[in-house]
């Protein structure tokens, strides 16, 4: 079968016109011309990129990861290929260590199962925080980080586990994070009020990612620079960014592009379980939230808790503010994610051989449809 479009969006390459070959549910090759006879699945007009990337989502549609339930995580598979997510990493809140081994098995359970956006690993956003930048986090369940309890987590979710967020001013942390570089586990650093040395020496052990840039993180100072300091400073690491218009300025946001490179960046939502669904009182974890106006807030206090952003529209915002041509704004969604887990061999480019997860847009990069492994399992209603 071939798809016929005006482009194509290939990571650093926009192919104008032509035909994309599948083969068995995979990316074949791109043909300017298309052999006589061959079925076409015709999108003139339109886009194909690929399917985007969330390595940041604790819930949707009305569902939470926090539920430790199989029926939760296979309603957010169900319904992501709506915001143009064929793969994600359910991420899950600071919790005790018997909730999170509840996760692992769960997901575990789920993986092979779901049959929309695909489950690609997970994320433990949490414990191992501290109180001051909590955020919708509960400190109650904050302390330091264990590798006996890594390992837990690690044979719970067979592996499965391949990022997890920590503070790098808490005790140990240096020792963690080249254990868990070891294991295979990507280290993100947030919720924290380290010093920019701190952040320098977690990075030189081998933490490579920034929780959501700019919140959740001690400012920069002149004088100290702080996390995001080292956000800005450091290179080679890659830094999660919520583009709603409610968690970063725009005008932020474009510092940080600026300063770090598109290629450095990697769009998320940290969506909780009201995306998709109407306003109105929900649960982040254990915390009511007020779901209004495009945000949500924590009910006590009225903070930010996480974001009901869905990655289309982050792309659209970015383009739409003048941050990122399409070509790049679409790469921040899909292939520097993947990227910044290892994982840009299953997902996140069109690439002969892997599994033909895509989307079709407008020009104006309104989502048409969403197909995973060739199949079309998403189309915008008429």
């Known amino acids: 079968m071939f798809i016929k479009a005006d482009g194509f969006i290939y990571p650093y390459e926009e192919k104008e016109g032509g035909y994309l070959e599948l083969v068995d549910g995979r990316f074949g090759q791109w043909y300017p011309t298309v052999p006589a006879g061959a079925e076409v699945v015709d999108y003139t007009g339109f886009y194909v990129a690929p399917g985007l990337v969330d390595?940041?989502?604790?819930?949707?549609?009305?569902?939470?990861?926090?539920?430790?339930?199989?029926?939760?995580?296979?309603?957010?598979?169900?319904?992501?290929?709506?915001?143009?997510?064929?793969?994600?990493?359910?991420?899950?809140?600071?919790?005790?260590?018997?909730?999170?081994?509840?996760v692992c098995q769960v997901t575990v359970a789920m993986k092979d199962k779901v049959t929309g956006s695909k489950i690609q690993g997970l994320y433990f956003e949490g414990p191992y925080f501290t109180e001051a930048y909590k955020g919708a986090q509960n400190p109650t369940y904050m302390r330091n980080p264990s590798q006996q309890e890594l390992d837990q987590w690690l044979m719970a979710s067979q592996g499965l586990l391949c990022k997890l967020a920590l503070a790098p001013e808490r005790p140990g942390t240096e020792e963690f994070i080249a254990y868990a570089k070891a294991k295979g586990v990507k280290i993100a650093l947030g919720h924290s009020n380290?010093?920019?040395?701190?952040?320098?020496?977690?990075?030189?052990?081998?933490?490579?990612?920034?929780?959501?840039?700019?919140?959740?993180?001690?400012?920069?100072?002149?004088?100290?620079?702080?996390?995001?300091?080292?956000?800005?400073?450091?290179?080679?690491?890659?830094?999660?960014?919520?583009?709603?218009?409610?968690?970063?300025?725009?005008?932020?946001?474009?510092?940080?592009?600026?300063?770090?490179?598109?290629?450095?960046?990697?769009?998320?939502?940290?969506?909780?379980?009201?995306?998709?669904?109407?306003?109105?009182?929900?649960?982040?974890?254990?915390?009511p939230v007020a779901v209004a106006d495009g945000q949500v807030r924590l009910r006590d206090g009225g903070s930010l808790a996480g974001s009901i952003l869905q990655l289309k529209d982050a792309v659209k915002n970015i383009v739409t503010w003048g941050l990122a041509s399409r070509l790049e704004a679409i790469r921040m969604a899909s292939y520097i994610p993947a990227k910044s887990l290892g994982i840009e061999d299953r997902c996140g480019q069109i690439k002969q051989g892997l599994p033909a997860d895509f989307i079709i847009m407008t020009k104006d990069l309104d989502l048409v449809a969403t197909y995973v492994n060739g199949q079309k399992i998403w189309l915008q209603e008429e």
């Not at 309603?75 to 359910?90: D, H, I, K, N, W």
Request: charged share 20%.
């Open 55 to 102: 390595t940041h989502i604790h819930g949707y549609a009305g569902a939470d990861v926090m539920d430790c339930q199989e029926e939760s995580l296979a309603r957010m598979s169900q319904a992501l290929p709506e915001t143009g997510v064929t793969s994600f990493l359910p991420t899950a809140l600071t919790a005790d260590r018997e909730t999170l081994t509840k």
């Open 194 to 287: 380290a010093t920019y040395d701190q952040a320098k020496k977690a990075v030189a052990a081998g933490a490579s990612v920034w929780v959501h840039a700019y919140n959740g993180m001690r400012g920069l100072n002149h004088r100290e620079l702080g996390m995001l300091g080292a956000v800005y400073h450091l290179p080679e690491t890659f830094a999660e960014l919520i583009c709603d218009g409610y968690h970063v300025h725009p005008n932020a946001c474009d510092l940080l592009i600026k300063q770090k490179g598109h290629d450095r960046v990697a769009l998320i939502t940290d969506c909780m379980s009201a995306g998709g669904m109407a306003e109105g009182t929900y649960h982040l974890g254990e915390f």
